[in-house]
């Protein structure tokens, strides 16, 4: 819920501004990569995803941009709109046997009408 | 389909009780997970399991016991509930435990005195 968004650097934009976000990961092993959108008082819902031997996916007004040199993930909304308002964060995921997702701590998204 | 269905939403507990949190998902999911969710920090995987029968421990297990009889259901019991245990947790599933994404239900939090 609310409490999600305290102590995370936060992004406010202007109504129909493109938003960008970053996240860099921990692995260089990391083989696969999600985006999350978190709501106050909800569950983290998916937004996009991208492996490892792609540089860039699009999806509906979102853009993922990977970059393996420097271990950075990056999330583009382009014309963000106030119900874009929320935390968003990546995970990774670690080729290793037992591998499971590894999430970041978040960025709070502000979107002003 | 509901997707991830978590219950109960809200929940207080007195140091030393025990619960059961419930987790149900309809996608016929083979993977499935517990998290629990604190303000500054990401998302902490509990226990996993990769299909009926079949559990494991994740990064912060201990206090919790999990099962999975059903493909269906993957509960989560506090054996003797502690105030370290306030949080928010969450369930989620997902086809596969490797590159596919995690669906997350909207999460109980727990708040123990």
């Known amino acids: 819920g609310e409490s999600v968004g305290l102590h995370l650097p936060t992004l406010s934009v202007q109504e129909g501004d493109n938003s960008i976000i970053n996240c860099a990961y921990s692995n260089s092993a990391s083989d696969y990569f999600i985006w999350y959108k978190q709501e106050s008082g909800k569950g983290p819902q998916f937004i996009i995803d991208i492996r490892s031997n792609m540089d860039k996916r699009q999806g509906q007004r979102v853009t993922v941009l990977l970059n393996k040199t420097v271990k950075h993930l990056s999330l583009q909304i382009a014309a963000t709109q106030p119900g874009d308002s929320a935390v968003y964060f990546c995970a990774e995921n670690i080729n290793s046997g037992y591998s499971t997702l590894t999430f970041g701590k978040g960025t709070m998204l502000l979107v002003s009408p | 389909n509901a997707g991830v269905t978590q219950t109960p939403k809200f929940q207080v507990l007195k140091t030393g009780q025990s619960m059961t949190l419930q987790c149900a998902q309809d996608?016929?999911?083979?993977?499935m997970s517990w998290y629990r969710q604190d303000p500054g920090m990401g998302l902490r995987l509990i226990h996993y399991?990769?299909?009926?029968?079949?559990?494991d421990q994740g990064e912060v297990p201990n206090g919790y016991n999990v099962s999975r009889s059903t493909t269906e259901d993957f509960p989560l019991r506090l054996l003797s509930a502690a105030p370290s245990q306030t949080s928010v947790y969450f369930c989620a599933s997902s086809y596969s435990r490797r590159n596919s994404p995690l669906h997350f239900g909207n999460g109980t939090r727990l708040t123990v005195t």
């Open positions: 996608m016929n999911h083979e993977y």
């Open positions: 399991s990769v299909g009926a029968g079949i559990t």
